[in-house]
């Protein structure tokens, strides 16, 4: 059993009240407050989150593009320096090796994000493909700490500490520049559906960048957030997590996510024909989003059930607290996937579930 690992702002954590829990192998904070007060101020205001946890791999070399189109679904030629791009990494069944965040960086310079759970996978993974190429893939998950800034007032906090201007900086591009005396990687990215930054900077200046963040963010209303208010973010997002809405058996057609498939990009990817074959033919399974009604959640594993046979099983659930009801999503048969019918048993009773198109609410990160 592998120790439990601790991201640079641990001490930073606990200083202030987080409560620590075992996530992928990192001692990491589902809360500090209150997972529905932090979730609430993000919307409202701003969270400041420690990703750290998450992974990042630089892949270098005279065919960095080459391999990456070959093992990401999604097409990096299109990406230009300062450029991010969300891509699926496939199997060649088509199911999922992870989702995960391309940076380029510069000519055949690329820096990958990746899940904390996947990242030892994930660079077996890359590696291994890479012998077929001029390519260079490092682990370099250790030289970085991740703040994530969220929220409609993220822009206005990190401006009074940026030494670059972000008043153009577009959606899903990052620019390189000093944040409170620190260098950063500043990168127009998230997993709440807000607007917001991703921060990456050196493991050593951490701690003293996050202080700054929350000493200069909280006369805004900017509060610390933990994994659990990052979780409803996201699932009122409608934004999948590795492990739930999509594995190594659910792919893109299975999770709606064929928009991170580029099938007429040149050359052959990892995974292409699984994925044409079973876009033809129809999965059979599909992924769909409910709301309950009420406040009961549908925790992962509970039955999907229609007509008192099941039919599916829940991947995701949680309580909205802007709807102020549970939500989820499930891995159903595609025959039912539309059927308004459906219902999620309880203790072994039945309740009627709305299925819902994400998000459940309405975001423009893009704003």
Same mark, same amino acid.
């Given at each position: 059993m592998?120790?439990?690992?601790?991201? &640079?702002?641990? $001490?930073f954590n606990v200083a202030h009240g987080g409560r620590m829990v075992d996530f992928a192998g990192w001692e990491m904070p589902v809360q500090y407050e209150s997972i529905v007060e932090e979730h609430k101020s993000t919307r409202a205001a701003a969270g400041l989150f420690d990703v750290s946890h998450m992974g990042e791999a630089t892949v270098e070399g005279p065919e960095a593009e080459a391999f990456l189109n070959y093992v990401l679904t999604n097409d990096v030629s299109t990406m230009d320096d300062g450029k991010a791009l969300y891509s699926l990494m496939c199997y060649p069944s088509g199911g999922v090796v992870d989702d995960l965040l391309v940076y380029r960086? @510069?000519?055949? *310079?690329?820096l990958l994000c990746l899940n904390a759970a996947n990242v030892a996978k994930d660079v077996a993974?890359?590696?291994?493909?890479?012998?077929? /190429?001029d390519v260079a893939v490092t682990n370099v998950s250790s030289e970085y700490g991740l703040?994530?800034?969220?929220?409609p007032k993220a822009f206005s906090i990190l401006s009074e500490l940026a030494s670059v201007d972000l008043s153009s900086l577009?959606?899903?591009? /990052?620019?390189?520049g000093k944040v409170a005396g620190f260098d950063c990687l500043i990168s127009r990215t998230g997993y709440t559906g807000e607007v917001g930054v991703e921060l990456f900077v050196s493991t050593s200046d951490t701690a003293a960048l996050a202080e700054a963040l929350l000493e200069k963010g909280k006369p805004q209303g900017l509060v610390l957030a933990g994994l659990g208010a990052r979780d409803s973010l996201r699932l009122e997002a409608g934004y999948s997590l590795y492990g739930h809405e999509i594995d190594d058996e659910i792919g893109p057609v299975e999770a709606n996510l064929m928009w991170t498939v580029s099938l007429k990009k040149a050359g052959d990817f990892i995974g292409k024909e699984a994925i044409k074959t079973k *876009?033809? $033919? @129809? &999965?059979?399974?599909?992924?769909?989003? /409910?709301?309950?009604? @009420?406040? *009961?959640?549908a925790r992962p594993g509970t039955d999907i059930v229609l007509d008192g046979a099941k039919v599916g099983t829940v991947v995701s659930g949680t309580f909205s607290p802007i709807l102020n009801e549970a939500i989820g999503s499930a891995l159903v048969d595609a025959s039912v996937a539309k059927s308004d019918s459906l219902a999620v048993d309880l203790r072994g009773k039945s309740f009627p579930i709305e299925r819902t198109k994400? &998000? /459940?609410? &309405?975001?423009?990160p893009q704003a």
């Open positions: 592998s120790e439990t690992q601790r991201t &640079p702002l641990y $001490d960086k @510069g000519l055949n *310079r690329y993974w890359l590696q291994s493909e890479a012998a077929k /190429f703040i994530a800034l969220q929220g577009g959606y899903y591009r /990052f620019v390189e *876009r033809s $033919d @129809g &999965p059979a399974k599909k992924v769909v989003f /409910f709301k309950t009604g @009420g406040r *009961r959640i994400p &998000p /459940f609410l &309405p975001l423009n």
